[in-house]
């Protein structure tokens, strides 16, 4: 019912910038979280940004100050804008959909980032 598709992941050499775009379809709820999780090899998927569809935010103290969480067209659209990339930083990143009404949860495929000279 729910697609979620994220695009902009690549290679970049550490203090480099990317933007990662989720589109989104099949959407029912209106009221609604959408964010950005991420995994490193061999460790669970955590955290990175969330934004409500009110537009409050939420960081992960690791990435607060670096990155940047929007949504331009709150009903399809999540980007992150990642700023001072760190090796530290290379993990494959999701975009997820919460819908509060119903409680439907939905990932997308991801998209990898890799940080490295």
């Known amino acids: 019912q729910v697609q979620l598709v994220e695009s902009g992941g690549g290679s970049v050499q550490p203090g480099g910038s990317l933007m990662l775009s989720c589109a989104a379809s099949?959407?029912?709820?209106?009221?609604?979280?959408m964010g950005w999780y991420r995994q490193f090899p061999g460790k669970e998927r955590e955290l990175v940004a969330t934004v409500h569809s009110s537009g409050q935010t939420r960081y992960a103290n690791s990435v607060k100050g670096r990155f940047t969480i929007s949504r331009p067209i709150r009903t399809n659209f999540v980007d992150l804008r990642m700023d001072s990339l760190e090796p530290e930083d290379t993990a494959v990143y999701y975009c997820n959909l919460l819908e509060l009404a119903s409680g439907r949860n939905s990932w997308g495929q991801g998209t990898r980032v890799t940080v490295s000279s």
């Open positions: 099949g959407m029912s709820d209106a009221v609604n979280v």
